[in-house]
């Protein structure tokens, strides 16, 4: 078995928008309270608000945003795979392998990050996708 564990990423939220007028839109945010919500919530709640929203604004015009880079963690990673072997010998130099493979056998559903710009509010704060589900796969190997 491999056991796969990891914290979360951290994330910076920007404002998408060119609000200091150097001609790049990775400009940050402004941070008008505090982002950090509990994150023992249900997940329903948590993959509809990751961190508080509300918590930033978009800066002045000709201005920095005041939200430091690496402010929020994204979700953590979890994560078994494990591989079952079995050889039999049929006589002579025959022998017979069964096998069973899995990943993420566990079926544990790890959360993508957040959107993080503030100007796309359909995704800001948000999580819509996860990694990959349970996949298990059965072969036999004959060896001679």
Not at 28 to 52: C, K, N, T
Not at 132 to 138: E, Y
Request: proline share 5%; charged share 20%.
């Amino acid at each position: 078995g491999i056991l796969s564990a990891a914290t979360g990423v951290p994330l910076t939220i920007s404002s998408g928008l060119d609000r200091n007028l150097d001609g790049l839109t990775s400009d940050r945010a402004d941070i008008v309270g505090d982002p950090e919500l509990d994150h023992g919530r249900p997940r329903e709640e948590l993959i509809e608000q990751w961190f508080d929203t509300t918590a930033f604004a978009q800066p002045a015009i000709g201005t920095d945003g005041t939200a430091g880079r690496n402010i929020i963690d994204g979700p953590g990673f979890r994560n078994v795979d494990l591989g079952l072997f079995r050889d039999i010998r049929l006589g002579g130099r025959f022998m017979l392998q069964l096998r069973a493979e899995a990943t993420n056998v566990f079926n544990i559903v790890n959360l993508s990050n957040p959107g993080t710009g503030l100007n796309a509010p359909t995704t800001f704060g948000k999580i819509r996708t996860a990694g990959a589900m349970r996949q298990i796969q059965l072969g036999a190997r004959l060896s001679f």
